[in-house]
């Protein structure tokens, strides 16, 4: 087996622990927590809401630290703080432990998520990183299929502290001696450094805005539909086992977008992916929107296969347009609006469902538009047509 195959093959299995234990852990332990700390379950997804407002903060710092060093050793301290911020959430009483413990685990997410995976690909392979982001998306899509079921679980066996004591001993004992071990050093050169011409210059600056507003844009309609899916399915006539089947439908949709990237789509470019991508989810939409309930699964199927091609264009959009040269600062730098947005989203849009119903679907299908929109003013670099 190859040296980037092991890479992408250890990142995959570190991302997947590192989101089923983060991202992933409240939707199914804010209700046994909330029961157990006296809190309600509102108050539980408002500590979540803050550390990933927290991650939006940290990245562009964190960025920096991986252009100029690479990124094992950032992935090796993800662990350790995600074990501690675990095992304190597994320890505390009260409101107070609630938000250390989870301001800890925000920190964690900044280190430990896919945009470190991503950048610590870029500066190992730099513009020939697209194949091992995609890989790694592959395997760590699955991180809710594994995560929830196995939450439930240690749950329903261990209680919730019990669950993220697990979950602690396994950053420990699996995902940081992977990261240690298998994640090799970058070769040495001067700290990665912007193009003072390049990046200065106006088209730059639009490409720099658009994306950053795509980002923001499609990480909202991510998280609304991760949040409220089923219900949003059930307002459009599908009946709850009807809704939360056609909802599972949303990850195996997003694996096999994903190995259409890997197997057919790479042959073309990431800017032309991504628009695919984004006008997938707002096709859905007028597919429900005009059908209803019988077209939920051709929806969440849509949606999903969208969603899971983003995921990558996430990591290879940014690298395509500017480079590998200071891809960690400028990913933090695009990524923190997109956190920002990915925090209120379940709440805003949950105002949007209680008023509108189904209807409410339009206005994710109206971001989705506005992406693809400011995708055409992503300009193609030169380098990028003709490199092979």
């Not at 409101?95 to 997410?109: H, Q, S």
């Not at 299908?365 to 030169?382: D, F, Q």
Request: glycine share 10%.
């Amino acid at each position: 087996m190859s040296r980037r195959v092991t890479v992408v093959a250890a990142l995959g299995v570190t991302q997947t622990v590192a989101w089923a234990s983060s991202y992933y852990l409240p939707a199914i332990l804010a209700d046994p927590m909330a029961a157990g700390l006296g809190m309600s379950r509102s108050a539980i997804f408002g500590a979540f809401s803050a550390s990933l407002l927290l991650t939006a903060m940290l990245g562009p710092s964190i960025g920096r630290v991986i252009d100029d060093r690479g990124g094992r050793s950032v992935l090796v301290w993800s662990n350790i703080i995600f074990a501690v911020g675990l095992t304190l959430l597994a320890s505390g009483h009260g409101p107070v432990a609630l938000w250390v413990a989870w301001t800890i685990l925000g920190a964690g997410m900044a280190l430990g998520l896919y945009d470190t995976a991503f950048a610590t690909l870029a500066r190992l392979y730099e513009l020939e990183a697209r194949g091992a982001i995609t890989g790694v998306t592959l395997i760590a899509g699955f991180a809710s299929t594994v995560g929830w079921p196995a939450t439930a679980f240690l749950n329903d066996t261990f209680g919730w502290r019990g669950a993220c004591l697990a979950w602690a001993a396994l950053h420990i004992a699996l995902a940081l001696p992977l990261n240690a071990l298998a994640i090799p050093s970058p070769d040495r050169r001067a700290p990665a450094a912007l193009r003072p011409a390049e990046e200065e210059a106006p088209t730059a600056r639009t490409a720099f805005l658009a994306l950053a507003f795509v980002f923001a844009a499609t990480w909202f309609v991510s998280t609304a539909m991760a949040a409220h899916l089923p219900r949003l399915l059930q307002s459009a006539g599908a009946s709850p086992t009807a809704a939360i089947t056609a909802a599972a439908l949303v990850g195996p949709a997003q694996v096999a977008a994903r190995l259409a990237e890997y197997g057919v789509m790479r042959w073309l470019s990431p800017l032309i992916t991504a628009q695919v991508a984004t006008i997938l989810h707002p096709l859905g939409a007028a597919m429900l929107v005009a059908f209803g309930s019988p077209v939920a699964s051709v929806f969440a199927i849509l949606h999903g296969a969208g969603n899971g091609m983003l995921t990558i264009a996430k990591g290879t959009l940014p690298l395509y347009v500017f480079g590998s040269l200071g891809y960690g600062l400028r990913t933090g730098w695009l990524s923190a609006p997109a956190r920002f947005m990915q925090a209120i989203a379940p709440f805003l849009f949950g105002l949007c469902l209680d008023e509108l119903g189904s209807s409410a679907v339009l206005v994710t299908s109206g971001l989705g538009i506005a992406a693809l929109l400011a995708l055409v003013l992503v300009r193609i670099p030169r380098a990028a047509i003709t490199s092979p």
